[in-house]
């Protein structure tokens, strides 16, 4: 999938995020946030300038978010992504009450609306993350022209084709007919089986 059929997934499939911030002391903060819309610009989303979490964003410029779907956990797509944000103030405001008409209930004039204001993610890096696929299924995506920094286990020219590192994989993600051998990025647990069993060092670990 590209870029903006991710973001439909977020805002249409699983709405309701969990989104990361830092307070003033540097340490992480959690709240429920629902992802309002999207386009190729980004998400967004809507807070009360009264809220600590309006302080966060405005004084960090970035959190990230995790979102989940499925009956259980063999069944789920998870979504993550972080990114820098900024406020666009009343722009857009109408627009998501009208996709989301249960904001009504809950600020029900203009009056209780007046303290709200819109934010748009315009920048980061994205994980999707489906475990109902067998193998697993992994894919990276960027946003606003972010670089696209390379995660997970890579074999190098060291290899010796030993197979050890086969044995170990959970998702049996690594092609053995070639050498080096390869690793499938997009089944890859990113687990570390195969790095810390390798005989040659020949695997790297890129983007932790």
Not at 31 to 49: H, N, P, R, S, V
Not at 57 to 74: A, I, V
Not at 83 to 110: C, D, H, Q, S, T
Not at 190 to 200: E, M
Request: a neutral charge.
């Amino acid at each position: 999938m590209d870029t903006l059929k991710y973001l439909e997934y977020i805002v249409n499939e699983i709405h309701s995020t969990v989104v990361a911030t830092v307070d003033d002391n540097g340490l992480p903060v959690t709240c429920a946030i629902d992802m309002m819309d999207y386009d190729e610009q980004g998400l967004y989303f809507l807070t009360a300038k009264g809220k600590k979490f309006y302080d966060r964003l405005m004084s960090r410029g970035y959190l990230s978010l995790t979102g989940m779907k499925g009956e259980d956990t063999m069944s789920c797509v998870a979504v993550s992504f972080g990114g820098k944000v900024r406020e666009i103030g009343k722009e857009r405001l109408e627009r998501l009450f009208e996709k989301n008409p249960y904001m009504n209930e809950i600020y029900p004039n203009a009056a209780s609306r007046a303290a709200l204001t819109v934010f748009q993610i315009y920048e980061g890096n994205g994980e999707w993350f489906d475990l109902s696929k067998k193998p697993i299924e992994r894919a990276g995506f960027t946003l606003g022209g972010a670089e696209d920094v390379k995660q997970g286990y890579y074999v190098t020219d060291k290899c010796i084709g030993c197979k050890l590192c086969y044995s170990k994989c959970p998702q049996k993600c690594i092609d053995i007919s070639t050498k080096p051998v390869v690793i499938r990025q997009n089944n890859c647990l990113h687990c570390g089986n195969c790095f810390t069993i390798c005989p040659a060092r020949a695997i790297v670990k890129c983007g932790y």
